[in-house]
């Protein structure tokens, strides 16, 4: 009795104070609420639209969960309310606001995660039908001279969003051609022809704190530490450069909240001694890439910084590089905002091999989302799915928990938006496939995926 009394005083410290947990938590609450519409511009809808939406809302019509709304644009739901859009008040007017969590914010084996990308986001779908509907909305007579300004905007930002020939063609994926835009734009540049898409899905958000180190996005290739980059969605949407250094310290602090961020846990059953074979299979087949991963006392990832691997390597679908020319470059170097958004040039374009935390959550995977489980990206690329479908792509019933992550599913009654189609440009599942993943059979893969469930 003594001595378990002794041993509860001593380890109290330990369990009371898991001060990374509370510091998640915080994180979480703060960043579910972020929106930088600021002085009459960021990305939002016509004044007062929203309140149609808070109409729809009230008598739950398009607006309950995995309703029509979200099957058209991918904005996830909870007591018909959206995640990520927001009503804020501005001269007397109601403005809707689309902030970080409608991409940033998702849904895996049906457990919703802040931090985790939104899988069904459809940024040109919903470009497309509030530019219609706004373009109405705007005809009806108004007093409000500050009306037509903020409207405005929004016409410009949703018909960018909405331009066909470099929006996202697949839902999930969102098109880093409209950011790239932004640089020519202010300089009066006509927006080079055939610029690439650049689709890419909408990245994890835990461990950037250290991820940002190393380089921000997927191709590693944006200074994360100057924190500019969290903003050039804003700018796009119209913001201004002047306005953004008002609120730059926002900015900054809502980047530090994403290094307190924590992983989601594997919600269901691990088997140890299998995953416990896996974890050598790691370290001899991915770990030289990925690294490792290491636990606090708590138990809670030490994040790290992931490693850049050139395209020449890893070979992946090229679309989202093909965009990094010396123009663009200059471009960057002249915008601005220079000081704080700056590139860091690789050596050879190329892609981060991120950490593997929450990898459970994280499918379908690689950076355009090619490939539906990791069971798949295990196989030779020639026996991956051509197509796969993303309807309902968060729910508990479209996790496999045997290949890790989503079910094969005939598609049937889905959008062709809510289809993903490997033929479609920047949308190939070809690389990833090494020398050493040829000696995996089907018993060693499942091994592995068991530790990675782990992490
Ligand atoms: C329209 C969807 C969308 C919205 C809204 C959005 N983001 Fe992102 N975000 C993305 C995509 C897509 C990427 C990846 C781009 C790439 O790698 O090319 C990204 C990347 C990032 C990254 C870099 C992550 C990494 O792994 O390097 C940060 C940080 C970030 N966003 C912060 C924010 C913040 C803060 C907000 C709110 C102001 C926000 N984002 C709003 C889609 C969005
Ligand atoms: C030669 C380096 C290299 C090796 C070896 C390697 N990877 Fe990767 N991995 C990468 C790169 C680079 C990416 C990003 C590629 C992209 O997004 O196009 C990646 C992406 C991934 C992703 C997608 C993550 C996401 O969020 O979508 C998973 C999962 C993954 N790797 C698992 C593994 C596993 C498991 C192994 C070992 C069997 C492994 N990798 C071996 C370099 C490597």
New binding site residues.
Partial sequence: MKKLFLFIIISLPLFAQDVRRDHHVEAVEAFKN?H?FYKGRG?AISPDLIKLYELMGSRGVGTQDLGPIYQRWGLLFENNQAKGLYSVPYKEMKIGV???V???SGKAAGEYVIGLGNKN?D?GQIGQDAYLGMKMWGAIPRSNPAFKEVHDRALAFTKGLADKKISNQTQGL?P?SLIRSWFYQVQNLPFPQNFPRGQ?K??H?WG?GE?RKSG????GEGN?ELGGW??A??LYAGQTPENVREYFAKVHQ??DY?GDFLSPKYPFKIDPEKAQRGEKIYQATCQGCHGEHRRDLQGHPIFESPKHIPLRIVKTDPD?LKALTEELYKLIEKNPLNDVIQSVRKKEPGYVAQKLWGVWARFPYLHNASVPSVYELLLDPSLRSKTFSLKNAGERERFDEEKLGLTSMTPKYESARQVYDTSRSGHSNQGHYFESFKKLDHESRLELIEYLKTL
Wanted: contains cysteine; negative net charge; proline residues 3%.
């Fill in positions: 972020l930088f990305m689309l902030g970080c409608a991409c940033h986001i940024v969102v880093t890419v909408v990245p958000l950037y991820k921000s996005f997927w191709d994360g969290g903003i969605v804003e809502a980047e994403l989202r």
